[in-house]
């Protein structure tokens, strides 16, 4: 596609709408830039819920949505896509929210990794529906957010087992 004058200035590596989509240069990563952006949501997932709990993972992941919506709105106006595939921060959120109730502990965070994957790769209803309907920097966000959710929602129940069966 060939770029518009109404589509703006090129957005940068450097500018902060790139970074915050591409979270960082993960989305730069050729073939997997999702699970890329999965990857990298980790570390920072276990560093705020080890300091500041479950609470400030959700508070952030919130934060982290909002922040995404406004960076993925730019670069989705400057590269003329509808989703494209550097956009990673959408994965960082969805991989945070899914975190939220895991305990600090790998083999929780490498579950709740694989279950955000097949949620966001699988896109049950709503998220098939709202990643084909709902376009702009809201839509490249808003199918990760319940693809988070439903991969939460899984990993609460495995959580739940394990826990109280003692199994892990």
Do not use: C, N
């Amino acid at each position: 596609m060939t770029r518009g004058p109404e589509a703006g200035p090129r957005v940068g590596f450097w500018h902060p709408a790139s970074l915050i989509a591409t979270w960082f240069g993960a989305g730069l990563v050729p073939k997997v830039p999702g699970t890329a952006g999965s990857l990298a949501a980790l570390p920072f997932a276990w560093l705020i819920q080890w300091a500041f709990g479950p609470v400030g993972l959700a508070l952030a992941a919130l934060v982290l949505f909002v922040l995404g919506w406004w960076a993925s709105m730019i670069i989705v106006k400057e590269s003329e896509e509808p989703d494209p595939g550097r956009i990673v921060v959408d994965e960082v959120a969805g991989q945070w929210l899914t975190l939220v109730i895991a305990p600090l502990d790998p083999v929780f965070y490498a579950l709740g990794f694989v279950l955000f994957r097949i949620a966001d790769i699988w896109k049950p209803w709503p998220v098939g529906a709202i990643d084909r309907r709902v376009k702009g920097g809201i839509g490249v966000m808003l199918d990760d957010l319940f693809a988070g959710i439903y991969a939460g929602a899984v990993l609460y129940l495995i959580v739940t087992i394990a826990t109280t069966a003692k199994v892990l």
